[in-house]
């Protein structure tokens, strides 16, 4: 059906950036919201970004300012360049994508991202 490949991820020092990437293959249709999510141990997945076809997006306030989703709708293709980044931005990040065709979220296997001295 709908599967999505996550790459980018990785150690960077706190400061710095990282850019993750998110390929998705099968027929995602036109309406749908890709997105990026993070989890760590112990805790609930929560939302990082959105954005829908149209270009709305949506960013949790803990990353505003700092990351900027972007997507090719051509390629199916979602991005996430994260900047400045802090310990506390640690986690697996997972993409997403919502398509409305079939009623479902559709999730990538997930990429480390770990901001450490």
């Known amino acids: 059906q709908v599967r999505l490949v996550e790459s980018g991820g990785g150690l960077v020092q706190p400061g710095g950036s990282l850019r993750l990437s998110c390929a998705a293959s099968?027929?995602?249709?036109?309406?749908?919201?890709m997105a990026w999510y993070r989890q760590t141990p112990g805790k609930e997945r929560e939302l990082v970004a959105s954005?829908?076809?149209?270009?709305?997006?949506t960013y949790a306030d803990s990353v505003k300012g700092r990351f900027t989703i972007s997507r090719d709708n051509a390629k199916n293709t979602v991005s996430l360049q994260m900047n400045n980044l802090k310990p506390e931005d640690t986690a697996n990040y997972y993409c997403?994508?919502?398509?409305?065709?079939?009623?479902?979220?559709?999730w990538g296997q997930g990429t480390q991202v770990t901001v450490s001295s």
């Open positions: 997403n994508v919502w398509v409305s065709y079939y009623g479902a979220h559709f």
């Open positions: 099968g027929n995602i249709f036109r309406s749908n919201t």
């Open positions: 954005m829908t076809n149209g270009g709305t997006t």
